[in-house]
């Protein structure tokens, strides 16, 4: 295991049942992301990549392999590892923005000022100092997914998993939330993956891409792109 290295996913394979088959969504799939990298990850919809990252999070016990986070194994969920769902309706609608995002920081047990201090500081974090007081329901969508990001990063943790959260915002909104997560993400050098069905998206977010993909016969393939803004989207298509 690198040095630097906070996730190392070892011989990971997984498959549902459903009443009479077995289906293989992962199959040995083995990688490592260092401190401070974003991973994207990207494939067809239905190939797996929200089991993964469950079974990252620890919320699923996988057929087989392991996952290592900063060199303990990781198998239920704790703070550590952050996972922001696909649909971030995940605010408390009863609380207002600073109170939404101060939450996961109060689990954190660190007093009042500090708590009061943190939540502030990811509030304007992520821009969203006119709206502190207001309640969710009052929000836009990107506004949402903000608060469940600074929700998530507030918490400091090792690891943080973003599950499509963009894929219901509409065009010129998820372009600038592309542009300012990842700015923020690099700014707190905090460890990411990003899923994302969108291969223009993960080209941009991503220091380095997986491809859960087929090979010529359709088997389970993953692929691994090393600077992912400087290849071709199209090359990066073919790998589905
Ligand atoms: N709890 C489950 N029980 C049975 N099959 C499931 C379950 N969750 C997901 N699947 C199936 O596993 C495959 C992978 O799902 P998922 O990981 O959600 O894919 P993705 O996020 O890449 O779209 C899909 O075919 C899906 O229908
Ligand atoms: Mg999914």
Avoid at 155 to 168: G, H, N, Q, R, S
């Amino acid at each position: 295991m690198s040095e630097n290295s906070v996730l190392k996913v070892e011989n990971l394979t997984h498959s549902y049942k459903d009443k009479k088959n077995k289906k293989i969504v992962i199959k040995d799939l083995s990688f490592e992301v260092d401190r401070g990298e974003i991973l994207s990850i990207i494939g067809k919809s239905g190939c797996g990549k929200s089991t993964m990252l469950k079974i990252v999070a620890g919320f699923l016990s996988p057929d087989s392999g392991k996952i290592i986070v900063n060199g303990k194994e990781h198998k239920k969920p704790t703070r550590n590892v952050m996972y922001l769902q696909q649909n971030y309706e995940q605010l408390f609608a009863w609380r207002n923005v600073v109170k939404n995002i101060s939450y996961s920081i109060e689990q954190l047990k660190l007093g009042k000022e500090e708590t009061k201090k943190r939540a502030e500081y990811y509030t304007h974090l992520v821009e969203l100092d006119e709206y502190k007081e207001a309640y969710p329901n009052t929000l836009s969508g990107g506004q949402k997914q903000r608060v469940a990001f600074a929700r998530a990063l507030a918490v400091e943790p090792d690891l943080i998993l973003m599950d499509e959260p963009f894929a219901a915002l509409d065009a010129s909104t998820r372009d600038k939330l592309q542009e300012s997560t990842k700015r923020i993400i690099k700014e707190k050098g905090q460890t990411v993956l990003f899923v994302s069905h969108n291969i223009k998206e993960a080209q941009y977010i991503g220091d380095r891409m997986l491809v859960f993909g087929s090979d010529k016969d359709g088997n389970i393939k993953y692929y691994f792109i090393e600077n992912p803004q400087e290849q071709d989207k199209e090359e990066i298509k073919k790998l589905l």
